[in-house]
């Protein structure tokens, strides 16, 4: 059974940092796409960040890129995104999710096209930023 579990939340202020985990279990770690969504109350789940085997390998929304990075460590079965520099605006639960043998598309399309293709999500990570 696939399951990923994220960890590394919680409250931090303003200009401070975190670093996401998502722990893979339940198949290979070779997705065809892994990344990281949020869902901040009131609002659409958006995606954060991609990586995909497929044509361009890393995505991030605008609204993160310099600030958060995302990388992945097959030997651990792991996912990661480092959020520096994190704003109220972060707010929200972070979600890991992948999709193995799915279609190929590129990370950018996985994130703001497919979200409905990532086939397998873990429960969420709360990241509370105060002002």
């Known amino acids: 059974e696939v399951q990923l579990a994220e960890s590394g939340g919680g409250l931090v202020q303003a200009g401070g940092s975190l670093r996401l985990s998502c722990a893979a279990s339940?198949?290979?770690?070779?997705?065809?796409?892994i990344g990281w969504f949020r869902q901040a109350p009131g609002k659409e789940r958006e995606g954060v960040s991609c990586?995909?085997?497929?044509?361009?390998?890393?995505y991030y929304i605008d609204s993160v890129k310099g600030r958060f990075t995302i990388s992945s460590d097959n030997a651990k079965n792991a996912v990661y995104l480092q959020m520096n520099s994190l704003k109220p605006e972060d707010t929200a639960v972070y979600y890991c999710?992948?999709?193995?043998?799915?279609?190929?598309?590129?990370?950018?399309?996985?994130?703001?096209?497919?979200?409905?293709?990532?086939?397998?999500w873990g429960k969420g990570t709360l990241v509370t930023v105060s002002s």
């Open positions: 990586i995909s085997n497929s044509g361009d390998s890393t």
């Open positions: 339940g198949f290979t770690f070779d997705p065809t796409a």
């Open positions: 999710a992948a999709v193995v043998g799915g279609p190929h598309y590129s990370a950018r399309y996985y994130c703001t096209h497919a979200m409905h293709a990532m086939a397998y």
